[in-house]
């Protein structure tokens, strides 16, 4: 096993062509500088390498996890994006200041509303306002919203508004923001109905984002447990497992799920048709996982640590899901990370066609329905603003498990298990 | 080479009737059949009494078969497919299915194989350039527009592409494989001309995605190469740096991207579906999706089974690409390719 060695800041060091004390100058400085055999002070590199050898033994694998994830810029981006959109579907109602759901049909497709921070005669105001919409009649008889711009309203914050329940259990009515009086303010525009776009994009997040992750959830424990027999057990189980993800990997995903989806009826309930559609994602996107958690399994198989399990007597399914699978841990979170959009993109897609998810649930999909009648996006370009939704759970999800292969591939290195130490270590060694 | 590529033929074809009886299956699983939504149809437009609509509709099941067991409509339908190419009726089209794979499934590939030449030649190119001028503007540029291109929902672009073309550009043509005029004529170079004025919308969309894919798997595989230890040897032979990239650098990097194309074709196909049913461009795509709506199991299931052939089909040719590039994997030696990421 390496990980006693300090390899790893040498390794960091290597790889980004630094020296050492830049990388951790600040850890370094804090740390006294250790005697050698004659007592003699070493130099900081060699405290530092000495220090973190006799850290690195006790670091759990979320401690080493999390000082490489912390390193990687744009998993930490991809992270504060997911992040971000996960807080503003679990508080949807929090972040609405009008109730998504409510139909109000004399305020329907209002385009967004402008943010003012300097008003009509040039003052400036440190907190930003807003100006009532007003409909005015065109002399061709169409009516235009234009803002009316002799009240300023101020944005408030933290506003009693609309009630709700928070979780679904506790009453509330405080809402982020609001604007006082007859005037309103939608952020992103409402649709046909008159609803808040803005408000109704985080309550479709709920839809989407829990849809990807329950579909993923599914396709990761599958995937996993298949993985982990296939690998153990190898010989003939290995070879029929082996042929049958082929088998499921030569569907079709998308016209497979457009095909599955279409059965669903249509007199489903709601709650009904969430799982199923969750399943049917998952259906054909556990084996990507199924495979990658063979491979490592294979390799893991034949380490000191499952002969030692083995010679004391482990069952069989001890080791494989407390020895086996722990270790392919960061494996399965990169594929889960990278199996979520996947599942939002297509998730996305069949709510637009109106297959799979319809209202009254609302997703990101779903609220995009509107737009594919070319009048009235090209009147209310706003009512595609849900794209920006599923663009920044996209690339969220992806940046995180982009950055999480990085430091995850770097962390199985050092716990020196499989083909990938070895890999690493000759290539190491060539260049 | 011969007999390994003969052994992958012979071990594809477990799975396309796999495949088959699946497909069936699915398209069988919904509540009633076509003689139902035909029987609703003669109440409804015909004025027909409901006795009399179901006895015509009984009659329509006995006529194609739809009132026999599961199972031999199954053997029915795959003993069309494979003595006669006939994929079963269409109840919508009045045609046998055949004729619309055989009318459609060219178009279908024109679009997919060209995003797919597209894809491949600009992702190779930028993910070179993105490789050889590491962290430098055009470089980070192409890695942020690349997480860019596969984020954005294809069916957005194509409703973006479908909106500036028609209310903007006042372009007139859209919705159509080929202008009137030539659409039974034979294949001609003005013909070409006039499909690609229809198609280059599908085109762009279904391949914007693989050329972001096909650059980050080339950036990467050729950032590895050029750390290699053969690549420092040929600089201190001093060889000049191109010959180094291009002769020594690249060819190397290029297998994954040869064992990737398998995965990439399948990639484009769905591309083109999303595009095409949004630009109601007259390929597989439209046509799949309406056939699930109204319950045209024949042609729901044809094409998810010609779907699958494509998909089967292609990775059976990168893996026979991939045989010729790497001698290890037609002696049956496991390759030592890393897969791309």
């Known amino acids: 096993m390496a990980h006693d060695t300090g390899l790893d800041v040498i390794e960091d060091a290597m790889e980004e062509s630094l020296p050492i004390q830049e990388i951790e100058k600040d850890r370094a400085i804090e740390y006294p500088l250790l005697p050698d055999r004659e007592g003699h002070d070493v130099s900081p590199e060699v405290t530092l390498m000495l220090r973190r050898s006799m850290r690195t033994q006790h670091e759990s694998y979320a401690t080493l996890v999390w000082r490489k994830f912390r390193k990687s810029k744009i998993a930490i981006v991809g992270g504060l994006i997911v992040l971000s959109l996960f807080i503003m579907a679990i508080f949807a109602d929090f972040f609405s200041p009008y109730d998504p759901v409510r139909l109000n049909m004399s305020e329907g497709f209002i385009p967004p509303t402008q943010l003012h921070f300097v008003d009509e005669t040039g003052q400036f105001h440190i907190r930003p306002f807003v100006y009532k919409r007003v409909q005015v009649l065109n002399a061709d008889m169409t009516a235009t919203w234009t803002d009316d711009t002799k009240v300023r309203y101020p944005i408030n914050f933290f506003v009693p508004g609309w009630e709700y329940k928070l979780f679904g259990l506790i009453p509330m009515n405080i809402h982020l923001y609001g604007v006082a009086g007859d005037a309103t303010i939608y952020l992103l525009g409402t649709d046909r109905f008159g609803r808040d776009m803005y408000g109704r994009s985080c309550l479709a997040g709920r839809i989407s984002l829990t849809m990807a992750l329950f579909g993923t959830l599914i396709s990761v424990a599958v995937g996993s447990i298949v993985g982990v027999f296939s690998g153990y057990y190898g010989g003939a189980v290995d070879n029929w497992t082996q042929r049958f993800v082929e088998f499921v990997q030569s569907f079709p995903q998308l016209p497979l799920w457009m095909a599955l989806a279409a059965i669903i009826p249509i007199t489903w309930d709601q709650f009904a048709v969430f799982v199923t559609m969750s399943i049917i994602f998952a259906l054909l996107s556990w084996t990507l996982l199924a495979r990658e958690v063979r491979g490592k399994v294979l390799a893991l198989r034949e380490t000191d640590f499952v002969l030692a399990a083995q010679e004391m007597g482990a069952s069989d399914r001890r080791i494989m899901f407390a020895h086996l699978l722990p270790n392919t841990l960061s494996h399965i979170i990169v594929v889960l990370t990278l199996t979520i959009p996947t599942i939002i993109l297509a998730e996305s897609f069949l709510s637009f066609l109106g297959i799979g998810i319809q209202e009254p649930l609302v997703s990101w999909g779903t609220m995009m329905r509107d737009a594919q009648t070319l009048q009235t996006l090209g009147f209310n370009p706003w009512i595609a603003s849900s794209v920006f939704f599923i663009i920044a759970a996209v690339l969220g999800f992806n940046f995180l498990g982009d950055g999480l292969r990085r430091c995850g591939s770097h962390t199985m290195s050092m716990s020196g298990a499989g083909a990938l130490l070895t890999k690493t270590r000759e290539r190491r060694l060539h260049s | ?341």
């Open chain 2, 1 to 341: 080479m011969l007999a390994y590529i003969l052994r992958r033929i012979l071990a594809s074809i477990p799975l396309l009737i796999g495949i088959s009886i699946v497909s069936f299956i699915i398209i069988q699983l919904p509540p009633g059949d076509f003689a139902t939504t035909y029987e609703q149809q003669l109440i409804s437009q015909a004025n027909m009494s409901p006795k009399d609509a179901a006895k015509a509709a009984d009659g329509y099941r006995a006529l194609y078969g739809l009132d026999k067991p599961v199972w031999q409509q199954y053997l029915i339908w795959i003993k069309g497919i494979v003595t006669e190419g006939k994929f079963g009726y269409s109840f919508a089209y009045k045609k046998d299915v055949g004729e619309l794979i055989a009318e459609r499934l060219p178009r279908t590939l024109f679009l997919a194989l060209s995003a797919h030449f597209i894809s491949t030649f600009f992702g190779l190119i930028i993910g070179i350039y993105s490789a050889t001028h590491k962290y430098s503007l055009g470089d980070n540029l192409a890695t942020v527009l690349a997480f860019i291109g596969t984020a954005v929902p294809r069916f957005f672009l194509a409703l973006v592409l479908v909106y500036l073309m028609v209310v903007e550009w006042n372009y007139p043509y859209i919705g159509r494989y080929t202008s009137p005029q030539f659409a039974f004529q034979p294949m001609s170079m003005d013909k070409f001309v006039d499909i690609l004025r229809y198609a280059w919308p599908v085109i762009i969309i279904a391949g914007l995605g693989g050329i972001a894919r096909n650059m980050r798997v080339m950036r990467g595989n050729l950032l590895d190469n050029l750390n290699a230890q053969y690549v420092t040897t040929a600089r201190a032979k001093g060889l000049r740096e191109n010959t180094v990239i291009y002769k020594h650098a690249v060819p190397n990097a290029l297998h994954p991207i040869i064992m990737y194309q398998g995965t990439v074709l399948p990639y484009m196909i769905q591309g083109e579906l999303e595009a095409a049913i949004v630009l109601n461009m007259p390929t597989l795509a439209p046509m799949f999706y309406s056939s699930l709506a109204i319950q045209d199991i024949y042609v729901s299931g044809g094409f998810l089974m010609i779907y699958a052939i494509l998909l089967v089909a292609g990775n059976l040719i990168a893996d026979i690409l991939l045989a010729i590039v790497d001698p290890r994997i037609r002696f049956g030696m496991s390759a030592n390719v890393s897969a791309p990421g």
